[in-house]
């Protein structure tokens, strides 16, 4: 970068417009990485962010507000279709960036794959609702009448993500997913050198009509005073480096004014050898190609990149010929566009300097270069020559390999670049103390087959990690990979890596709301959280005897648009004979000695003698409740948290409670989830059974209407 503009200006986008300075003067310049030539300018002088973050606080709050959580998890399945159909245009301008076409499917196909995960897991975790309850209801009195819970809302503010260089589209998406379906509109800001990317990607996404207004904004160029408009009703999550981190987390809008903030940083990730994986094995090839796909996709510009290769000190050279022999036969540097490279430029000619001189202060500490070099390289250009040039931001990959296995050089300094240092281990307990010389990372690999010194490793190492790769034979081919964050799991990482989690499957929704304890009657909490809450008001139909109310209809009669929460059915009681625990034990098998031996059911302490098959009353429960004809009710798909806690002899009578508890109509189907929370009682009142029957109710009574 340059401060000379000379190339068209990369807009912004913020309160619902593409926006540029009114004074188009000044501003970074930006270089192709390939040839060095310039490509765009960055300039946001005079913008608003103030406005801009206030745009977000009402405008897309309120927007956003309009769907239910399993309405935004749609939204973004249609996104991400709308963008997997144009992504040869965003492969194109990426190129420019340095990356290959595998690279940028790391970005732009990673991206993308990360809105239809969220989409998935949204729609099938989350309730159709905007409040999402955490665990169970505490009962705080005597009588019931007073309770206490946890729900999650979202946040009142905007979701801001300050990006690195490295994934212009993957690394806002990955943010951008959890926070739209929590329903809290994102700020992002792209970093400079790649920033024309991430405007490719938004313009696409505006384009597509399909999010609200207010979800998205983009800011392109620097936002040094973002920070000071942020309040604790917003949050920042930050990728880049540990100093920028530091400088962040210390601003005064950070540690008084209460913003969220998260940072993912820079860290110096292991891959760790196991001793059983000698040269020959297929842990020692897969080790090796995993070393070398993580020093070379990106050109090694990866959060997630292996930069400690710690083996076995006896396998120290092996290691490094086989590295070294892999890069000598698969790796071709060069212009991206060029058929055949397979590694191309740093991001820019400031990053190459930057790795340059981390390398040389590693191997002033003491590093030293075992293969590779840090001349210009031989690449092949975009007209298919090979040569050497000037231009463009070309590194040869880089192994390097320490006397000293302790030295603080190897565990500190990171080069960002295709670069890593192999160091020996003399035995488990320092391949885990090593490991830990990170001070925190982001992930590691533990490669071996050998289930002890996994377990060993692994426990050992997994407290400084966000995340652990164990690689063996059974997963060489399998495996997503070291360097692969996968939306389900956590991306993120202790200590040196930022002490944040971007990703992490429905977790990382969490991250943009609140939790809040309430407190309240059951019916109060009922209203608050959509879900029938034990205590609370219920429209009983069924027996008499039980609470029914006079003229109430069986709830197995109501499609979605009649049933409401608290809707019940009272079945009467039903005797337990001995001749019927017998039958059920005949003809399932199921003669376990407390059904069928009076004496051994008589000795075991939990038993008053013979009892009921616990099966036995829930089927029974199903015909007390069951409303036979054909109706809306369209299948019973499952039963949750079944419990047994009072044993039923012959003699006892048993009686069941259905209770409308959680409707959820499907956004896609012309039906819904409904969750029943059923009850099963003995003559005496006590409960004898809890559990939740799942069932598929139709929306509206359409299939047997006559
Ligand atoms: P920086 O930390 O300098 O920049 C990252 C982002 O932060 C950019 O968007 C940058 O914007 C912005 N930024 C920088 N300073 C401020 C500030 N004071 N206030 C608000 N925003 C700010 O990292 P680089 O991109 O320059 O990369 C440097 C190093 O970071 C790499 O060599 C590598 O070690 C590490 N890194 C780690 C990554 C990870 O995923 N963990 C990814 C990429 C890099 P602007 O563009 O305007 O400068």
């Not at 880049?240 to 809008?253: E, F, I, P």
Request: net charge negative; glycine share 10%; proline share 5%.
């Amino acid at each position: 970068m340059t401060t000379t503009p000379m190339a068209p200006l990369v807009p912004s986008f913020v309160q619902n417009s593409w926006w540029t300075p009114s004074d188009p003067a000044g501003g970074t310049s930006v270089l192709d990485a390939n040839t060095g030539k310039p490509l765009a300018t960055v300039n946001n002088d005079g913008m608003d962010l103030a406005k801009v973050v206030e745009y977000g606080r009402t405008v897309g709050q309120r927007e956003l507000g309009k769907l239910s959580l399993h309405e935004r998890a749609l939204k973004l399945k249609e996104l991400a279709q709308f963008l997997n159909e144009r992504r040869e245009e965003i492969y194109e301008i990426s190129y420019r960036t340095g990356s290959t076409k595998i690279d940028s499917m790391v970005d732009i196909d990673g991206g993308i794959g990360v809105l239809f995960t969220f989409s998935s897991k949204g729609r099938r975790e989350l309730p159709n609702s905007n409040v999402i309850l955490d665990g169970p209801m505490e009962v705080l009195s005597r009588d019931g009448s007073f309770a206490g819970e946890h729900i999650y809302t979202r946040i009142p503010g905007v979701a801001a993500q300050i990006n690195a260089f490295n994934f212009p589209v993957w690394g806002m998406l990955e943010k951008f997913a959890p926070a739209f379906i929590a329903g809290v509109p994102t700020i992002a800001k792209a970093a400079t050198p790649t920033g024309y990317v991430a405007e490719a990607m938004v313009r696409l996404m505006v384009d597509s009509g399909i999010l609200p207004e207010g979800s998205i904004q983009l800011i392109s160029g620097s936002a040094r005073t973002l920070l000071d408009v942020l309040d604790y009703r917003d949050m920042l999550s930050f990728t880049g480096s540990a100093s920028t981190a530091s400088s962040l987390k210390a601003h005064k809008n950070v540690i008084d004014g209460g913003v969220r903030f998260t940072s993912e940083t820079d860290s110096l990730n292991a891959a760790i050898l196991g001793p059983d994986a000698v040269t020959g094995t297929p842990e020692f090839d897969a080790f090796v190609k995993s070393v070398v796909t993580e020093m070379t996709v990106k050109a090694g510009q990866k959060c997630t990149a292996i930069r400690r290769v710690i083996v076995p000190a006896a396998l120290v050279q092996d290691v490094v010929k086989a590295v070294g022999e892999r890069i000598d036969s698969r790796v071709v540097i060069g212009d991206p566009r060029a058929e055949g490279v397979t590694m191309g430029a740093l991001a820019s000619l400031e990053q190459l300097r930057d790795v340059r001189c981390a390398v040389e202060e590693m191997i002033a500490a003491g590093g030293e270069i075992a293969y590779g070099t840090l001349d210009a390289p031989v690449i092949r250009t975009a007209e298919g020559e090979t040569k050497t040039v000037d231009a463009g931001a070309f590194m040869s990959p880089l192994v390097l390999t320490w006397d000293d296995v302790k030295n603080q050089a190897v565990h500190n300094l990171e080069a960002f670049g295709p670069v890593s240092s192999v160091i020996g281990y003399a035995d488990l307990d320092e391949a885990i103390e090593l490991t830990a010389m990170g001070s925190g990372s982001l992930v590691a690999t533990v490669c071996t087959n050998d289930a002890d010194a996994a377990r060993t490793l692994t426990t050992g190492i997994a407290s400084h990690h966000g995340r652990v790769h164990m690689l063996n034979r059974e997963t060489a081919r399998s495996s997503t990979g070291h360097g692969a964050p996968v939306p389900h799991l956590v991306h993120g990482g202790p200590g040196r890596a930022g002490g944040g989690e971007e990703l992490g499957g429905i977790r990382s929704v969490f991250h943009h709301m609140q939790r809040t304890a309430i407190q309240g009657s059951p019916n109060m909490l009922t209203a608050v959280t959509g879900v029938w809450h034990a205590g609370a008001d219920r429209v009983i139909a069924g027996c008499d005897e039980f609470g029914a109310v006079e003229g109430a209809i069986h709830p197995f009669r109501k499609s979605l648009a009649e049933l409401q929460i608290g809707d019940a059915f009272a079945s009467p009681l039903r005797e337990v004979t001995l001749a019927e625990i017998t039958d059920f034990a005949n003809e399932t098998g199921d003669t376990f000695y407390a059904h069928t031996d009076a004496a051994a059911a008589e000795a075991n302490p939990f038993f008053p003698g013979i009892v009921a098959h616990g099966y036995l009353l829930v089927s029974w429960a199903a015909g007390l409740f069951v409303q036979p004809a054909p109706g809306p009710v369209l299948a019973n798909y499952g039963l949750e948290n079944l419990r047994f806690i009072t044993p039923v002899p012959d003699g006892d009578s048993i009686r069941v409670t259905l209770t409308a508890k959680k409707i959820t109509p499907r956004v896609t189907d012309e039906y819904g989830e409904v969750a029943w929370d059923a009850v099963i009682n003995n003559q005496d009142g006590e409960i004898v059974a809890t559990y939740d029957v799942l069932t598929l109710v139709e929306k509206e009574n359409t299939t047997y209407a006559n």
